[in-house]
């Protein structure tokens, strides 16, 4: 199986900011695509940020500038730099991956079980 595990969570004042882990582990062969999500109460989750193997990132507009995605691919971990952040950055962010399992054809996507980033005004 495979395991994606985030933390970095907190809570922190407006304009801080926080790095959120996402370390995933198992009967891993390759990752292609890495991700994070959020959902905040009552919304839609909705994408943050992606990367690619290759480090090709893709940013939701509402984080450019001030949120940063990476990946060491080694280590089968994604982070997420967040700055200038903002009341509504607050939500449960969630680390998305698609992995192609060792002896498996094909790849697979999987969830974290989420890390809660609360901003305060």
């Known amino acids: 199986q495979v395991q994606l595990v985030e933390s970095g969570g907190g809570l922190v004042q407006a304009g801080g900011s926080l790095r959120l882990s996402c370390a995933a582990s198992g009967s891993i062969f390759s990752i292609n695509v890495m991700g994070w999500y959020r959902q905040a109460p009552g919304k839609q989750r909705e994408l943050v940020a992606t990367i690619t193997r290759d480090g090709i990132t893709n940013d939701a507009e509402s984080v450019k500038g001030r949120f940063t995605i990476s990946r060491d691919n080694a280590k089968n971990t994604a982070y997420l730099q967040m700055n200038s952040l903002k009341p509504e950055d607050t939500a449960l962010y969630y680390c998305?991956?698609?992995?192609?399992?060792?002896?498996?054809?094909?790849?697979?996507?999987?969830w974290g079980q989420g890390t809660q980033v609360t901003v305060s005004s």
């Open positions: 998305n991956a698609d992995v192609r399992r060792i002896g498996v054809g094909r790849s697979l996507n999987y």
